[in-house]
């Protein structure tokens, strides 16, 4: 199985704030890379595919970049909606993996 | 709009058994694969098992963690795709989510949107 390796767990950002989220694979998984935003007690909600596609309806101020085993989710400039945790997800094989998450935090 | 709907959830004795429903509405349900996650109380998402469209045999695909106790099954007549669960653990315990895959065949490079609201599974004696 390939293991997903989210960093950090957690981090506390302010309003305006670059933010940036790793996730490394435990091995070569190509652009097969999704993103998800996951509020408390709602369901996860598809950001970013292919590593660095935005889904349509997702602000710009989220990237990502990568591949092969190392990817970055970046949020340009903090919103109050983006306090949030969230998750990278590799589709390359099965078993479909995720990260651990990331939660960020008001600071 | 695009819409998917878990049902089915609720509390059920160790041993038992379980099947709950995904119901889509706003697109064409037979198109696409669909895929099952769960989310632990207070922990992360794991994958559960997805199965293919018509198109690609409806094949099925399962976690180890949950190999031989889940079926997955579609009925596209009804737009709703279920999970079967049997002999449940405490361990197995949580939210499970239905999300559609944007494809048909669940294959690399598959991703999950929309994802329902998720149904609450608790297995307690």
């Known amino acids: 199985d390939i293991q997903m390796t989210q960093s950090p767990s957690s981090l506390s950002a302010s309003v305006g704030d670059r933010v940036s989220i790793t996730c490394r694979a ?24 292919a590593a660095s ?14 591949s092969g085993t190392d990817f970055t989710l970046t949020i340009s400039s903090l919103q109050p909606e983006d306090f949030a ?20 935090g008001i600071k | 709009e695009v819409l998917l709907v878990e049902s089915g959830g609720g509390l059920v004795q160790p041993g038992r058994s379980l099947r709950l429903s995904c119901t889509g509405s ?14 632990a109380p207070g922990k992360g998402l ?27 099954s579609r ?6 795709a279920f999970l079967q669960m049997i002999s449940l653990k405490t361990e197995d315990t949580a ?12 294959g690399r490079g598959a991703r999950f949107d929309p994802w329902g609201q998720g149904t609450l599974v608790t297995v307690s004696s």
């Open chain 1, 26 to 49: 435990s091995q070569s998984i190509s652009s097969y890379l999704n993103w998800y935003q996951q509020k408390p007690g709602k369901a996860p909600n598809l950001l970013i595919y």
């Open chain 1, 53 to 66: 596609i935005l889904q349509s309806g997702v602000p710009s101020r989220f990237s990502g970049r990568g």
């Open chain 1, 85 to 104: 945790t969230y998750y990278c997800q590799q589709s390359y094989s099965s078993p479909l993996t995720f990260g651990g998450g990331t939660t960020v």
């Open chain 2, 26 to 39: 706003g697109f064409t349900f037979g198109d696409h694969a669909m895929s099952w996650f769960r989310q």
């Open chain 2, 46 to 72: 794991e994958w559960v098992g997805f199965i293919r469209s018509k198109v690609y045999g409806e094949t099925t695909e399962n976690a180890a963690s949950m190999k031989g106790r889940v079926t997955i």
């Open chain 2, 75 to 80: 009925d596209d007549s009804k737009s709703t």
């Open chain 2, 95 to 106: 939210v499970y989510y239905c999300a559609r895959d944007t494809g048909a065949a669940a």
